[in-house]
C-alpha cells in the first residue's frame, strides 16, 4: 500500500518536473527525482531488514527456527550448524564477530537461545548456591554450538566453549536483574 503510495507520487513529481523544469517554477525538482529514483533499492533494504528482525524476534518462541508456514520465514535463507538439524539465519551467523572464540560463541548462544533464554538457565540446569532451579540449556542445541565453534576456533576445546556459554549465561542472569531492578 505504502510502495503504492510512492509510486504514485513519484510519477506525480515526474510529470511536475517534465512540465515545469524549463520555466523555473519546480527549484530542486531534479535533486528530489534523484532521491526518489533510489527510493524502491531503499525500501527493498528496509523489508530484508525487517525480515530479519522478525526471524530474530520469532526465535524467542522457537530457537531452533522450526519451520514456519509464514512467508517472511521462508524468504529467510537458513544456517544449519554444524551439520546439525540446530539452523539459525545464515545471514546473523555470518555477521557474528569471529575475532575471539569467546565472543563467537556467546553471540551464537545468543543467536540460538535468545538473552533472555540464556538468563533463565543454565547447562546443567542447577543454580549456584541454594538459588532457585534453573531450566537447563537444550542438549542438542548447546553441542551444535560447540561444534559450530570447534569448527571456527580449531584450537579451542569443549570446556572452553562450554565455560563461554556458562559465563553468558550468568552475564545475562546479572544484566536482566540489573535492569529490573534499578
Known amino acids: 500500500m505504502k510502495f503504492n503510495v510512492i509510486l504514485i507520487s513519484h510519477s506525480l513529481l515526474k510529470k511536475l518536473t517534465d512540465d515545469n523544469t524549463g520555466h523555473g517554477m519546480a527549484p530542486g525538482m531534479n535533486e528530489i527525482m534523484s532521491c526518489l529514483h533510489d527510493l524502491p533499492e531503499m525500501i527493498k533494504l528496509m523489508r530484508e531488514c525487517v525480515e530479519c528482525v522478525r526471524a530474530l524476534m520469532s526465535s524467542r518462541e522457537t530457537p531452533s527456527f522450526a519451520a514456519s508456514s509464514s512467508s517472511v520465514d521462508s524468504e529467510i535463507e537458513m544456517h544449519p550448524l554444524a551439520g546439525s538439524t540446530v539452523i539459525v539465519s545464515k545471514r546473523a551467523f555470518l555477521r557474528l564477530n569471529r575475532s575471539r572464540m569467546t565472543i563467537f ?42 561444534d559450530a565453534v570447534l569448527l571456527e576456533f580449531r584450537q579451542t576445546t569443549v570446556s572452553d566453549v562450554r565455560a563461554a556459554i556458562r559465563r553468558k549465561c550468568n552475564n545475562e542472569q546479572f544484566s536482566q536483574r540489573n535492569t529490573h531492578h534499578g
Open 105 to 146: 560463541a556467546q553471540e551464537l548462544a545468543v543467536l540460538v537461545f535468545t538473552k533472555e533464554g540464556l538468563a533463565q538457565s543454565t547447562l546443567t540446569g542447577k543454580s549456584r548456591k541454594g538459588g532457585p532451579p534453573k531450566t537447563q540449556l537444550d542438549v542438542d542445541k548447546v553441542q551444535a554450538i560447540t
